[in-house]
Every structure is written in C-alpha cells, then in structure tokens.
Nanobody, 124 residues
C-alpha cells in the first residue's frame, strides 16, 4: 500500500504561480511512475504531467507544456507540480498519482494510487 497526501493549491489570479506537493508513504521503494492529473467540472479526468521511472522521463499535456513542471525527490518521497503562468482554464481539482511496480522479472504487476485531490482556482 502507498498513501498519498497532497498539499498546496488554492486561489490565484491569472498569470500567477502555485506549487502542488504530494507526500508518499508506505511501499515507496516500489514507486515507478508518478504523475499529476486534473478534473474540471463536467469534464473527464485528464493527465497533466507524468514522470516515468526513477530517472524521471517526463511527459506533459500540450495545454501545460512550457508552464508546468513535474519533479520528484525520491529520497524524500515527494512529488511536486510547479504551475506558472496560470490560466482560468487550469481551474480544476488536481490529483497526485503513483504507480507501484512489483513482482518477479518475468511477471511484473502494477498497482495505482491516488491522492485526495486539491482544488486549484484561477481567476481572470
């Protein structure tokens, strides 16, 4: 099991910045991929940014490229999302996500865990 506790978020004016944090505990040594997702009212949850593997190969949604940065501190079991140049359309509930990989080499298993979600509201 992995427990995720998010912090950060809140209300900010357009053009401002926020940083989201996600603290992981439990089976953190098995964490492979970490990511941030968001869900706006009436919309499906979408990927914002992911960091694959302990080396942290990153992918971003086109809508946030150049503005958001995902980072991870494996020693502290922390995941961050730095959000700059925020726009009203970034308003959503943001969720931290981790994928744990375990099992023998010939047969790997994956479990997925989610944070509790945090509201980000960008005013125009």
């Amino acid at each position: 099991q992995v427990q995720l506790v998010q912090s950060g978020g809140g209300l900010v004016q357009a053009g401002g910045s926020l940083r989201l944090s996600c603290a992981a505990s439990g089976r953190t040594a098995s964490i492979d991929t970490v990511g941030w997702y968001r869900q706006a009212p009436g919309k499906q949850r979408e990927m914002v940014a992911i960091s694959r593997g302990r080396g942290g190969v990153t992918n971003y949604a086109d809508s946030v490229k150049g503005r958001f940065t995902i980072s991870r501190d494996n020693a502290k079991n922390m995941v961050y999302l730095q959000m700059n140049s925020l726009k009203p359309e970034d308003t959503a509930v943001y969720y931290c996500n981790v994928v744990v990989v375990y099992g023998p080499v010939e047969k790997k298993y994956e479990d997925e865990y989610w944070g509790q979600g945090t509201q980000v509201t960008v005013s125009s």
